[in-house]
T-cell receptor, first 115, second 111 residues
Framework: DSGVTQTPKHLITATGQRVTLRCSPR?????VYWYQQSLDQGLQFLIQ???????AKGNILERFSAQQFPDLHSELNLSSLELGDSALYFC??????????????FGPGTRLTVT | QKEVEQDPGPLSVPEGAIVSLNCTYS??????FMWYRQYSRKGPELLMY????GNKEDGRFTAQVDKSSKYISLFIRDSQPSDSATYLC???????????FGKGITLSVRP
């Protein structure tokens, strides 16, 4: 158990809908990362938050957005869902910044199925 | 060309074999090199990471990085059926930076 929690475990929804995925980082970790894992693309970085502020963006679609709250939990919002958004969504957290802390610890993921 | 390339596999070996998993990369900015293990329907689990070039050993696992060749390896000695999983290499340009992953290779260790 990495200490990172994600809810829900599974989501089944229809095209055009909007969903919210939730992540709680390990106690004390300030950074939260969101990744998408699909069979054809592998694990792809979406977005990073550090202590409530957006830190870096990857190939995140405009239909997707995220935020990190004062208690450090994060939410990933996916809207106008398409069939191609079906994937596993992982969040990861990492310890305080510094040259000695590159590790990222992953949660169990949310499996999203868009029908 | 993808930033990180990983042998697609799958790979099947008998129990007790030495396993060699490899990745190549193109981005010279990468400084941290990691190996994750992912069991089916689970999140990736960090096995070990290496900073810059060199070797690192942890039990039956050894990670090697050759920055001059842009090549990293993970060796698993005395492989066990419980090692059967997907192994992903990942790299970052700095601490607190995004990870760029290989596509992963599925390893099966036969009893």
């Amino acid at each position: 158990d990495s200490g990172v929690t994600q809810t829900p475990k599974h989501l089944i929804t229809a095209t055009g809908q909007r969903v919210t995925l939730r992540c709680s980082p390990r106690s004390g970790d300030l950074s939260v990362y969101w990744y998408q894992q699909s069979l054809d693309q592998g694990l792809q970085f979406l977005i990073q938050y550090y202590n409530g502020e957006e830190r870096a963006k990857g190939n995140i679609l405009e239909r997707f957005s995220a935020q990190q709250f004062p208690d450090l939990h994060s939410e990933l919002n996916l809207s106008s869902l398409e069939l191609g958004d079906s994937a596993l969504y992982f969040c990861a957290s990492s310890p305080r910044g510094g040259a000695a802390s590159p590790e990222q610890y992953f949660g169990p993921g949310t499996r999203l199925t868009v029908t | 060309q993808k930033e990180v390339e990983q042998d697609p596999g799958p790979l099947s070996v008998p129990e007790g074999a030495i396993v060699s998993l490899n990745c190549t990369y193109s981005n010279s900015a990468f400084q941290y090199f990691m190996w994750y293990r992912q069991y089916s329907r689970k999140g990736p689990e960090l096995l070990m990471y290496t900073y810059s070039s060199g070797n690192k050993e942890d039990g039956r696992f050894t990670a090697q990085v050759d920055k001059s060749s842009k090549y990293i390896s993970l060796f698993i000695r005395d492989s066990q059926p419980s090692d059967s999983a997907t192994y992903l290499c990942a790299m970052s340009a700095g601490a607190n930076s995004k990870l760029t992953f290989g596509k992963g290779i599925t390893l099966s260790v036969r009893p």
